[in-house]
């Protein structure tokens, strides 16, 4: 049976040589317009695109390989029932794929022209490229000019070679999606000069997404702290999907405060309880329209910044009356992709989702979904290793950043000794974003004159000892499923 080439490129450099290969070598070529142009220019036999699925191009080119004659022969697998199929849809089989993509990245850096962008961002070529991937074992994936010399000089092509090539082009396709994301950002962002922080000399600006917050009240610029602890604050706000209120504060990146309740000015009371001395000058976010009752409440006492979705129009006035207070309506969004600089360039991760479950109860569980929910989110803010410790609904001493896990605890539990009475205190919760690889830990909490519900997820070699030693002293136990690790 003979093989199958599907050629569809932007950049044409030495495709001249790879073709006259390929052609040497018994393929058979199928190709796009513009590639099919140049294919004949040079001379190279070959099926259009067009005359093999008899499907013309539509839309101005917009529409050329998507069709099920093109991607049956990508993702077809070498088994009886795929062949079949193939075969009575008359579906040739392809074995390589030569694929680049539209230059958006140049485009960018060339014009401001909307239009001209737009028709940049590749459909087509980027959706062969992930069927291919997909097939890896069956087809190799070309889309970078400079290995079609290493692949003619390594011809017949292994399959760990094609593995490689798969790895290259999705991570081709992940680069080139987020620079369209990043476009997409940056078209509706202007530039912020932020306010100076405690050192001048660190000159800063933002830039926003104008779609994203808008400032209601308040004199003051935002400054970059206060950016980032807003950004602190709504992920635990607003990541707990609930009709309920939730309240949280924030001073330099840590939640020393935050309350799920079903009275909004409730939620900020016991909020400003867990650490009301943290809480002068921070960052208080809401998770619904912010009422006028607990506004009121509000202006008491000195903060930096007040957040919510919305502000009821009394609950504003009172919040402009105060100038220096900074009020913004933050939009409940989702984003995916944080980044931050280092002295190599840049690190670029997706933004924790998770949600972390039950995995198994030693005891009894004693939180449900939302609040279980509600407690990670703020641990997943709290910089390893971290310990968060609540009573039925908020939180009430944290410890993060400690190099040692055994120092987090005894941080959190001599926080919340000097700060509160323990014995108003029926229920506690402790979470803990480190496993437990030794018992050192288990010991302090075992100490303890309340009774800790402890919440952990596991993963040590000595897991087995551990759980020994829960069950040896009835400690109410619960296992999580994920550690969040956050720096």
């Avoid at 962008?117 to 490229?129: A, F, K």
């Amino acid at each position: 049976m003979g093989k199958n080439a599907l050629i569809s490129v932007f950049n044409k450099t030495n495709l001249d040589k790879l073709v006259k290969f390929l052609i040497e070598k018994k393929y058979k070529i199928y190709s796009t317009g513009g590639t099919s142009k140049y294919l004949k220019d040079i001379n190279v036999p070959h099926i259009e695109i067009s005359k093999y699925t008899k499907q013309r191009e539509i839309l101005d080119g917009r529409v050329k390989t998507l069709h099920p004659k093109i991607f049956g022969g990508l993702l077809g697998i070498n088994n009886n029932k795929h062949k079949k199929e193939l075969k009575k849809e008359r579906i040739v089989e392809f074995d390589i794929l030569v694929v680049n993509l539209y230059p958006f990245e140049n485009t960018i850096n060339n014009t401001k022209d909307k239009s001209k962008i737009i028709e940049m961002i590749d459909i087509g070529g980027h959706s062969l490229i992930r069927a291919a991937v997909k097939n890896y074992e069956k087809i190799a994936t070309i889309i970078d000019p400079n290995d079609y010399e290493s692949l003619i000089k390594n011809f017949p092509i292994k399959k760990q070679q094609k593995r490689k090539l798969a790895i290259k082009a999705i991570n081709h396709i992940t680069e080139y999606d987020l620079n369209i994301s990043n476009w997409f950002v940056n078209k509706n962002t202007k530039k912020y000069p932020l306010r100076y922080g405690e050192n001048p000399q660190q000159k800063a600006f933002a830039l926003i997404n104008k779609n994203k917050f808008s400032q209601l009240g308040g004199e003051k610029k935002l400054s970059y702290n206060n950016l980032l602890d807003i950004d602190a604050a709504i992920r635990i706000a607003y990541e707990c999907k609930t009709k309920n209120n939730i309240c949280t504060i924030i001073k330099h990146n840590i939640p020393c405060g935050a309350s799920l309740k079903k009275k909004q000015s409730e939620s900020y009371r016991k909020a400003l309880a867990g650490d009301p001395l943290s809480a002068f000058g921070g960052i208080v976010s809401f998770n619904q329209k912010l009422k006028k009752d607990t506004a009121k409440l509000l202006i008491r006492k000195f903060f930096e910044v007040i957040t919510a979705p919305d502000f009821e129009k009394g609950a504003l006035k009172l919040l402009r009356s105060k100038k220096n207070l900074i009020v913004i309506k933050v939009k409940k969004t989702k984003y995916d992709i944080e980044e931050r600089t280092f002295f190599g360039g840049k690190l670029i991760q997706d933004v924790n989702h998770k949600v972390s479950n039950v995995e198994e109860i030693y005891g009894v569980n004693k939180l449900n979904k939302e609040k279980l929910i509600f407690f990670v989110s703020i641990l997943k803010i709290i910089k390893s290793n971290a310990i968060a410790l609540f009573d039925n609904d908020s939180l009430v001493a944290q410890s993060g950043g400690q190099t040692s896990r055994v120092d987090a605890l005894q941080n959190c539990l001599n926080k919340f000794k000097i700060k509160s009475n323990i014995k108003k205190y029926k229920n506690l919760f402790l979470f803990s974003d480190a496993f437990f690889p030794f018992t050192d830990s288990l010991s302090i909490i075992k100490r303890q004159k309340s009774k800790f519900n402890v919440y952990a997820p596991m993963g040590s070699k000595n897991d087995a000892k551990i759980f020994s030693y829960i069950n040896k002293y009835k400690l109410n136990f619960i296992k999580l499923s994920d550690r969040h690790f956050k720096h």
